[in-house]
């Protein structure tokens, strides 16, 4: 396994486990019961898209490989490398603001969308409960772009390296100061920010659409906040029973909605 792809992995699983641990300790929505079962559901549903992950990332490093030579994109300009890999990274995570925006904005992707919305109980295991066929769509749309900008398969790991931790901590049911999420929010999607993207209404969770950096939202027009969101009802209408919360449920959900 390449290095950068260990360390991913690594820094994925550790932010991870740190931040569950966390919200036992210093928790934002209070009084959570069933952890373990939530965890469980939301993991459960996250290991097939590991099915899905582990060999779309061999025929992606593949096809960029082979492509490098054809078609160069931003490398076109023969910038210094850093400069190159920096407008890369921004570019991929352009790429994941528009795509999770059409995800909220294109009526078929938002079946599939909806089931990483549809958790009534935000936490950092929702970061990784998506529907499969999103994971699929997902993966057949980004290759395209990262040929487009002259993504090397190095620059997508270090790309997924720098996100993860990110979208764990927005994700996270972990208590930080208003000043905190404030600071943090200049850079990357705050807790505060992605909260709001999880409310049950739908003017509210229609913003803040970024992965790693806040700034889109702020010049795409979707910046959206509200300073105290504790009595905020999180997930879908209607979507919160348990017989609704399960794996096989969730799974067919798309498909008959
Ligand atoms: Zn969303
Ligand atoms: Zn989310």
Redesign the pocket.
């Known amino acids: 396994m390449d290095s950068l792809q260990a360390l991913s992995y690594t820094t994925a699983v550790t932010g991870g486990l740190l931040l569950w641990v966390l919200e036992g300790v210093v928790p934002f929505f209070k009084g959570r019961k069933s952890r373990g079962r939530h965890a469980a559901l939301n993991l459960s549903i996250a290991s097939l898209n590991l099915l899905i992950l582990l060999p779309a990332g061999v025929v992606m490093a593949l096809i960029l490989e082979q492509s490098k030579t054809a078609w160069l994109g931003v490398r076109t300009w023969e910038l210094p490398v850093f400069l190159e890999t920096i407008l890369i990274v921004l570019l991929i995570d352009l790429w994941m603001y528009i795509w999770?925006r059409l995800?909220?904005e294109v009526d078929f992707l938002w079946r599939f969308?909806s089931v990483?919305?549809s958790d009534p109980s935000l936490d950092v295991t929702t970061a990784w409960r998506f529907h499969y066929v999103e994971i699929v769509f997902s993966e057949l749309l980004r290759l395209p772009v990262f040929v487009l900008i002259g993504a090397e398969i190095q620059d997508v790991l270090l790309y997924s390296m720098l996100m993860t931790p990110v979208i764990e901590f927005h994700h996270s049911n972990v208590s930080i100061s208003p000043s905190t999420d404030r600071f943090l929010r200049t850079v990357i999607p705050s807790p505060l920010m992605h909260r709001l993207?999880h409310s049950v209404v739908r003017a509210e969770?229609d913003s803040n659409?970024g992965s790693m950096l806040s700034f889109w939202d702020r010049i795409l027009g979707s910046f959206k906040l509200k300073q105290d969101i504790t009595g905020m009802t999180l997930g879908l209408d209607n979507e919160s029973s348990p017989e609704q919360q399960r794996f096989g449920v969730l799974l067919a959900r798309p498909f008959h909605n």
Do not use: D, Q
Request: avoid cysteine.
């Open positions: 999770h995800n909220h969308h990483h919305h993207h969770h659409y």
